[in-house]
């Protein structure tokens, strides 16, 4: 069964510091990836995706996402954190054939945001 | 206008009732889901349905129910509710089965006392 791991469920930084929220997979294929937001009392939303394409996947709000086969990772970074990125981060995997379109989620991590 | 919506967004019931849980989405899609999100903030997918027909059925008691009226709406219906129940319910739809982005409802985050 694939499963993902998100190492540090709760990651702060400084205001236009740098953003890197860690997802590892696992998979005997590589699988499709995804990072998801969740802002405090509201649904997900879809950051980015890897589906076997670019390795390098850039999303919204300047978030981007480098898919490394031989590190079995797909780690969430942005350059410079804003106030606004505060919120609960989820990385997800989706088998490449099968399994109909079930998504596994991490555990999902907490970033915060100080001045 | 919201893409996918759930109603009610506040549940507040008592243990042993029964409630039920709307989705509707107006983005045309043939597949919805409902996740479970516990108070870990840990998501769990629990049934899917493609085109009003069940295609996920995760290991969740018989007391959920599923009801997809049509490919617009998938309903959820729990019966005797516990306390480990509570928890926020997402819906989500995705243009189809084998089609990899989901769109997620605001959720509706039910508490059972």
């Known amino acids: 069964a694939q499963s993902v791991t998100q190492l540090g469920s709760h990651v702060s930084v400084s205001e236009g510091a740098l953003v890197l929220l860690r997802c590892n997979y696992s998979?005997?294929?590589?699988?499709?990836l995804f990072w998801y937001v969740q802002y405090p009392n509201q649904g997900l939303q879809l950051l980015l995706k890897?589906?076997?394409?670019?390795?390098l996947v850039k999303g919204i709000n300047g978030f981007e996402a480098e898919f490394k086969k031989s590190e079995t990772s797909f780690h969430l970074t942005k350059p410079s954190a804003h106030m606004s990125d505060a919120a609960e981060y989820f990385c997800a995997v989706k088998p490449v054939t099968g399994g109909g379109n079930k998504l596994t989620f991490g555990t999902g991590t907490q970033l915060k945001v100080e001045l | 206008d919201t893409a996918v919506s759930q109603t009610p967004k506040y549940l507040v019931t008592q243990m042993g009732n029964d409630k039920s849980i709307k989705c509707e989405q107006n983005?045309?899609?043939?597949?919805m889901y409902w996740y479970k999100q516990d108070s870990k903030k840990f998501l769990k997918i629990m049934f899917s349905y493609n085109n009003k027909e069940l295609i996920i059925n995760e290991t969740v008691p018989n007391r959920f129910s599923p009801k997809s009226p049509d490919k617009a709406h998938l309903n959820l219906h729990i019966n005797s509710l516990e306390l480990g129940d509570s928890a926020v319910y997402f819906c989500a739809s995705s243009q189809d089965d084998s089609y990899y982005e989901q769109y997620f409802g605001p959720g509706t985050r039910l508490t059972v006392t």
């Open positions: 983005l045309g899609h043939d597949t």
């Open positions: 998979s005997s294929v590589p699988p499709y």
């Open positions: 890897y589906t076997s394409a670019a390795t």
